[in-house]
Nanobody, 123 residues
């Protein structure tokens, strides 16, 4: 009932930039948090950045100062601006959205994941 569509991944050279987008749709009543996670080959999925409804953000130490998360509440979209990319940023990036669905007048919580978008940093 919640669809997440990610875009913006690709191949970039070290030091380059990419911008990821994730748009949510469906019978969404409210969104409490939106974030980005990543998973590199052979590693566990890890939090990259997260933004809650009040606008507070938190970042993995490895991306602080290089990545910026933002959201457009009207469009139910979250963005991740990635600058000064490094080879170790190579991974599949997943969008994550937490909120409430309105189904036949009943609210229920949801957690939804995007399909993932590949980011490769290589010369």
């Amino acid at each position: 009932q919640v669809q997440l569509v990610e875009s913006g991944g690709g191949l970039v050279q070290p030091g380059g930039s990419l911008r990821l987008s994730c748009a949510a749709s469906g019978s969404i009543s409210s969104i409490s948090a939106m974030g980005w996670y990543r998973q590199a080959p052979g590693k566990q999925r890890e939090l990259v950045a997260r933004i809650i409804s009040g606008g507070s953000t938190n970042y993995a130490n490895s991306v602080k100062g290089r990545f910026t998360i933002s959201r457009d509440n009207a469009k139910k979209t979250v963005y991740l601006q990635m600058n000064s990319l490094k080879p170790e940023d190579t991974a599949v990036y997943y969008c994550n959205v937490n909120g409430a669905l309105a189904t036949m007048g009943v609210l229920r919580d949801f957690i939804s994941w995007g399909q993932g978008t590949q980011v490769t940093v290589s010369s």
